[in-house]
């Protein structure tokens, strides 16, 4: 049985070390069910550590890492965590149902949940081509379709944004949303700030640290600021002083 009272995501004295670099120290983190959270922070802040710790796939040295109730990268947690990484995940000479196919088989998904896919990541006109073929934006959403197969609760996506035109960028975010709408926690990293505004929550990282974790609202009020970025700088600058 689902337990909804636990956290999406709860993380204490996390501690990750990638080759000899230690990149997160200590980090204490609770993620809540439901909504979309922004991972925000730039280049090498550690937001792909971040989530490949939470789902499952990155040795840790200390800490513990709970994902919807269970240790992250548990069995359990198969079919309840989708993750797109920042590389398609779709092979090249497999057209995109016949990626879907393969997937949903591996995963134990109902062979239904390929045409729902489809569906949900607007991708039924593509869905006879080879996934070589397809464009950045129908490729970032055929990886997004593997990972919606078996309906996750928690999805995990690494800049799924990145190198996408505006008009796709904001597709992408209005597909989020309506996910986020349907039940599911997304947790989104972008290191476009402008996409902050889009979240309910921001979690901004520098350093392997979480330097904030608020609502954008609360944010640019506690800083005083009128957008993320500005938000962000204000944040960096007052920690240096600190
Ligand atoms: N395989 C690796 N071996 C050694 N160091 C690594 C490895 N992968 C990442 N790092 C280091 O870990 C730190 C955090 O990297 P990470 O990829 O988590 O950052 P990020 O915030 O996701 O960056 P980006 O926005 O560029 O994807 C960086 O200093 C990076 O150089």
């Known amino acids: ?27 204490d983190l609770e993620l809540p069910r439901g909504g979309v959270t922004g991972l925000l922070g730039p280049s090498g802040s550690g937001k792909t550590t971040l989530m490949r710790a939470i789902v499952g796939v990155q040795i840790i040295d200390a800490g513990t890492v709970r994902v919807l109730g269970e240790e992250a990268g548990s069995a359990g947690l198969r079919h309840r965590v989708g993750y797109v990484t920042q590389l398609s995940s779709v092979y090249d000479d ?21 045409e729902r896919v489809i569906d949900e990541t607007d991708l039924a006109g593509q869905a006879d081509a080879l996934a070589g073929s397809l464009s950045g934006g129908q490729l970032s959403r055929a990886s997004l379709a593997a990972a919606l197969l078996g309906s996750p609760e928690l999805l995990v996506l690494d800049e799924p944004t990145v190198g996408l035109d505006p008009v796709l960028r904001v597709d992408l975010w209005g597909l989020f949303r ?7 926690t ?9 996409e902050a505004t889009r979240c309910d929550r921001l979690l901004l990282m520098r350093d392997g640290a979480v330097l904030a974790d608020d609502s954008p609202t609360g944010l640019m009020a506690a800083t005083g600021t009128t957008d993320a970025e500005s938000a962000f700088l204000a944040l960096i600058r007052h920690g240096a002083r600190s």
């Open 1 to 27: 049985m689902v337990n909804y009272s636990s956290p999406a995501v709860h993380i204490s004295g996390l501690r990750v070390r990638r080759g000899s670099n230690v990149v997160i120290d200590g980090l």
């Open 178 to 184: 309506r996910l986020s709408e349907a039940g599911v």
């Open 186 to 194: 997304l947790l989104v990293s972008s290191h476009v700030m402008d």
């Open 94 to 114: 497999l057209t995109v149902r016949q990626n879907l196919r393969y997937f949903a088989r591996v995963l134990g998904a109902p062979a239904a949940d390929v």
